[in-house]
């Protein structure tokens, strides 16, 4: 019977989640693990993952796409006559190209595996259960990993088999914004692109706008020099990479970035009379701008979640910038709290203020 949703198979986790999962299964011998088969939509980072723990481990990776096979050929490999063997030749077939050859251990990733043909799905099957096809084996040392659509989601696949599903381990990753903030800040993508998904995580639709469409656009921009409203090159480059309303919704984002913010190293290294003269220019007017200022909060508390430990004159930064007698009671709460939340280092000196004190416990 068709599985019209191997998604029933996989508990819902996050890219960060997944990848604590694979590493702690790597801990067993690698032919004593079932493959296991990441799920999910286009975009969401299935194969990215896999590459990044391989790099990670210094393993080699190799990786197919058996919905280029055409041929059992192209699966099992091309017979050959053996006459090594007593009595006369035996025939044989040669590992294909794609077969590891080294001992491991090492990574074969079968991507996007649910859209082979059906046959070659059923010849596959050997190869999960056995580690082996026909006249060669799997090395020992070698997992296997593969990445697969949902059925029934408009995606062109195979449907699959509850034979071939009891064979593997499965997990579906989902867009989860704290492992994408952290996997953004340590590739280096922009500050500003970083908030704009902060802000607005409804722009991944999971369709033209993917967690993968939307890095292709913040690379390009960054390439670009980052450009800003009303350049006419901003508003091409981000429709022809996402969808339109993401595309309208960053150009509108930058549009308003009327007061630029600080990174969080130089805001909490500043003196209280700089730190004030920004919360002025924030919160004064006809229209403050208490978004910005959210913002500039969680770029404070990514950077403490990298920081564990902050030097003296930012530890007093911070101290100074939490008892502002205009930071709005909201905003101290969010900071305070995530603070709490991460159990930084820097909360026990912050903890002998008494209103500070009380906001936590609170």
């Known amino acids: 019977m068709s599985i019209t949703s191997p998604f ?15 590493q702690r299964l790597f801990t067993q011998p690698a032919h004593q693990v079932p493959p296991v088969c990441l799920w999910g939509k286009h975009g969401i980072g299935k194969t990215e993952l896999i590459l990044a723990l391989a790099q990670e481990k210094s393993w080699p990776c190799r990786v197919i796409n058996p919905a280029q096979f055409e041929e059992m050929g192209d699966l099992i490999g091309l017979p050959y006559l053996d006459h090594k063997e007593v009595g006369g030749a035996l025939s044989r077939f040669a590992p294909p190209e794609w077969i590891p050859q ?13 859209r082979a043909d059906d046959r070659i799905l059923r010849g596959l099957m050997a190869l999960w259960q056995a580690r082996r096809l026909s006249s060669w084996a799997l090395p020992e040392d070698w997992y296997i990993l ?20 009891s064979r593997m381990l499965h997990l579906e990753l989902v867009f989860d914004l704290e492992s994408w903030t952290q996997w953004a800040q340590a590739s280096g993508l922009p500050e500003k692109a970083i908030e704009f998904v902060r802000l607005h995580p409804e722009s991944i639709d999971g369709e033209q706008t993917t967690a993968r469409t939307l890095t292709f656009l913040f690379r390009l921009w960054q390439q670009y020099g980052q450009p800003m409203p009303p350049d006419p ?82 530890a007093a930064g911070l101290e100074q910038f ?17 603070l709490s939340k991460q159990g930084h280092s820097v909360l026990g000196q912050l903890l002998r203020h008494g209103e500070l004190s009380k906001l936590v416990l609170g």
């Open 322 to 338: 939490l008892l502002s007698p205009t930071l709005p009671a909201d905003q101290r709460l969010v900071l305070l709290h995530g």
């Open 102 to 114: 080294g001992e491991g251990p090492g990574i074969l990733l079968i991507d996007d595996f649910n």
């Open 8 to 22: 029933l198979h996989g508990p819902r986790v996050s890219t960060q989640a997944a990848y604590q999962y694979l």
């Open 233 to 314: 090159q901003l508003a091409l480059l981000a429709h022809s990479a996402v969808g339109a309303q993401a595309a309208q919704a960053f150009v509108a984002f930058l549009a308003n970035e009327s007061i630029p913010l600080p990174s969080a190293a130089d805001f909490l290294d500043a003196n209280a009379a700089i730190q004030q003269s920004l919360l002025d220019q924030l919160l004064t007017g006809e229209l403050p701008r208490v978004d910005r200022l959210a913002t500039l909060g969680q770029r404070i508390l990514d950077y403490l979640q990298t920081h564990p430990e902050l030097s003296a004159q930012q």
């Open 146 to 165: 593969l990445t697969g659509n949902p059925e029934g989601q408009q995606y062109s696949v195979t449907p699959v088999d509850e034979a071939t599903i």
